[in-house]
């Protein structure tokens, strides 16, 4: 079996089985980026300097293990549905409160 066939959409996007180093840093900054986006975007609350600092640093450390992960299995991918969903959300619950309050 060819492992070309098994890599996630971003894992081929990137060539990880061609150029490893930069596909792997390639994978790592888009799972980053997009963990930021959803806890921004779902989870984040108004919290002290150093308490988001400790959090976007678990966050960074943690998405490591993701990125292994997302080798062979489409974790970006599910990063980028559930920003899409929590994207529509906020938007729907912007227009929503726009029209309560005119």
Do not use: H
């Not at 996630?8 to 994978?27: C, H, I, K, T």
């Not at 963990?35 to 678990?58: N, Q, R």
């Not at 299995?73 to 912007?94: F, M, S, T």
């Amino acid at each position: 079996m060819d492992v070309t066939e098994r890599l996630s959409f971003f894992a081929s996007l990137y060539r990880v089985d061609q150029n490893a180093e930069m596909g792997m840093w390639l994978l790592y900054l888009t799972i980053v980026g997009l963990s930021i986006l959803v806890y921004k975007l779902g989870f984040a609350k108004k919290l002290p300097l150093l308490k988001s600092i400790v959090i976007y640093l678990f966050l960074i450390v943690g998405c490591t293990v993701l990125t292994f992960l997302g080798i062979f299995l489409p974790v970006a991918e599910g990063l980028v549905v559930a920003a899409l969903i929590l994207i529509i959300y906020k938007v729907r619950l912007n227009n929503e409160k726009k029209k309560g309050n005119v």
